[in-house]
């Protein structure tokens, strides 16, 4: 009995000890955060103390400084405010009138919107980009389904596709055609620029029907094409006694074979296999940049 009433009165004892040690310990805790609370209460009111000499030293402001902060916002039109998706980029930019991405849509071609870069500043802007090349980082060597569909990387080379660049030039009007172009052998840069730009569907092998008249500085590379199909290398609409496609690296509108070849091999300097332009840069130099646009043609 005497044992059991030790114990039970060395575990309290103990347990007391060790209550009364963290108590202690919780007393010196909020001592501390307390002292550390007291100074950050001291360092903030030095700081408004500085901040309040501080204003005190700067000058007065002149109403014609503040006029420069005026701002106004003005309502935008109500057509801005429509959720409608517009169908080319001079409806998608009419607001913004900012270059960049935007979804359009062309109700005969589908019920569905697809993404495109518009040009607001180039040759007075409203221009849809259709296809780009500039560095060699997509491979242009491909079969009928893919440029029929499109391929590449909008914000890079890409080529929109086929089915919807007959869409957009049957569909919305007539089209100019604007092409840029840069010869890297000598930092030339050019433009050929057609007014009536025009391709046929999938039946007719989307046949580049019209381009137009020409201006520009590039020269007129294309009108030879005029008639004629498109060709790949798994399909071969050409006039000539082998695939165009598969000689020249590529795939355009070839007849027997190119006077351009702006889906080539990407810095090929061997004869036609490259980004061609034959009337800037010939068919041994490869273009180290080409971009097509089209836009709604304005009268």
């Known amino acids: 009995m005497f044992k059991l ?7 309290v004892f103990t347990l007391l000890g060790v209550l009364n040690t963290s108590a202690m310990r919780c007393e010196d805790d909020n001592e501390k955060n307390l002292s550390s609370l007291e100074k ?8 408004k103390t500085d901040i309040d000499h501080l204003k005190q030293k700067l000058p007065q402001p002149k109403p014609e400084d503040l006029a420069m902060f005026d701002i106004r916002f003005d309502t935008l039109p109500e057509k801005c405010l429509e959720q409608v998706t517009p169908s080319n980029c001079a409806e998608a930019t009419a607001c913004t009138r900012r270059s960049g991405y935007y979804y ?3 109700n005969q071609f589908s019920n569905d919107s697809f993404l495109v870069e518009c040009d607001v500043h180039t040759e007075g802007g409203d221009w849809t980009v259709i296809q780009r090349r500039q560095d060699g980082s997509i491979d242009f060597y491909r079969p009928w389904a893919e440029y029929k569909k499109g391929f590449g990387d909008i914000d890079g080379e890409f080529f929109i596709g086929l089915d919807k660049l007959h869409a957009m030039t049957n569909y919305d009007g007539p ?10 052998t000598n930092s030339k840069e050019g433009y050929s620029k057609y007014d009536a730009f025009k391709i046929g569907d999938e039946s007719e092998k989307y046949k580049l ?20 199909k498109f060709t790949t290398k798994d399909q071969d609409n050409d006039n000539y006694g082998t695939n165009c496609a ?29 980004v061609n332009w034959y009337s800037f840069s010939g068919h041994y130099n490869s273009l180290t940049y080409a971009k097509m646009m089209i836009r709604r043609r304005r009268k």
């Open 5 to 11: 009433s030790f114990i039970i009165n060395l575990t």
């Open 40 to 47: 950050i209460v001291k360092d903030l009111k030095e700081i």
């Open 104 to 106: 359009i849509k062309v």
């Open 175 to 184: 089209q100019e055609l604007l092409v840029l172009m840069e010869n890297g």
């Open 209 to 228: 029907k019209r381009t137009g008249r020409y201006t520009g500085t590039a020269g007129d590379s294309l009108r030879g094409h005029i008639g004629l």
């Open 246 to 274: 598969e000689s020249f690296m590529g795939a355009w509108w070839y007849g027997a074979c190119h006077s351009s070849n702006l889906n080539g091999h990407y810095g090929d300097a061997k004869h036609g296999r490259g």
